[in-house]
């Protein structure tokens, strides 16, 4: 009776086995499960795709001094030669030579194994930007956002005028997705708004900014009531925004007037 095997490629004794640093019953195992079963013969295929392409990328890199020397202290290189022993002769040298080269072969594999399943994210963009712009093509406002703070400032690129009893709101609209309330804005003055996590995490160019026209305190329903009046999408914010809108980012969230 075969034993299931649950998730694989997700199994690192697979790729172990492909890079050769099992032991040997350890691989007899492997071995044996991959005759049996076609899920851990397609596991073992798919981590020596993986794995093997990656070996030619490897380039040689010359150790500092410093680590010949620690090499030299260690196995006492220098007294051997002092006492008349040469180094073809000295086996305590071959010796730590056939483990260390072992250890170094397995830690080196598993590393390169570490960094296949653990990529690294890509650094997050430190500021992005936003023009929002009317529907007769004039901007109504800009926006940049400090990811590091969780902040967006907000300028009215010039004065507008709203019905009494009505102001602007400011929403997210991700890809695909509803628009989310970030918060009320001015229609004359600069404002910042705090982000709360789950807004920077959907901020991206995938993702756009668009301004209504709601009652005072916002829209009552949690999405857009009134008409939207401009819109843009977000991208990395010019060198040239961040200096103009740093000041406002420390001076802390602003209320509209």
Not at 102 to 111: I, K, M
Request: charged share 15%.
């Amino acid at each position: 009776m075969n034993t299931p095997v649950e998730d694989p490629t997700d199994d690192l004794r697979y790729a172990e086995y492909v890079l050769g640093v099992l032991e040997s019953d350890e691989r007899a195992a492997v071995e044996r499960e991959i005759a049996a079963s076609s899920a851990a013969a397609a596991a073992e295929a798919q981590w020596r795709e993986r794995l093997l392409p990656l070996a030619e990328q490897v380039t040689p890199q010359a150790p500092p001094q410093r680590v010949w020397q620690r090499i030299r202290a260690a196995l006492e290189f220098d007294a051997a030669r002092r006492d008349g022993t040469g180094l073809w002769d000295n086996l305590r040298l071959w010796h730590w030579l056939t483990l260390g080269s072992g250890a170094l072969l397995a830690a080196a594999c598993l590393a390169l194994v570490f960094i296949v399943v653990h990529r690294p994210a890509a650094p997050p963009i430190p500021y992005m930007a936003a023009t929002i712009t009317e529907h007769n093509g004039q901007v109504g406002w800009t926006a940049t956002m400090d990811i590091s703070k969780a902040r967006m400032v907000v300028v009215p690129a010039a004065p507008q005028t709203v019905q009494p009893g009505r102001t602007p709101e400011l929403w997210l609209i991700p890809a695909g997705g509803r628009p989310i309330a970030v918060g009320l804005i001015s229609t004359h003055a600069p404002i910042t708004l705090a982000l709360s996590a789950g807004l920077v995490a959907r901020l991206g160019p995938t993702a756009r900014l668009a301004v209504s026209i709601e009652p005072q305190g916002g829209s009552p329903t949690g999405q857009p009531t009134g008409p939207v009046v401009a819109a843009g999408p977000i991208g990395a914010a010019p060198a040239g925004v961040v200096p103009a809108t740093a000041q406002l980012v420390r001076s802390g969230p602003q209320r509209p007037a």
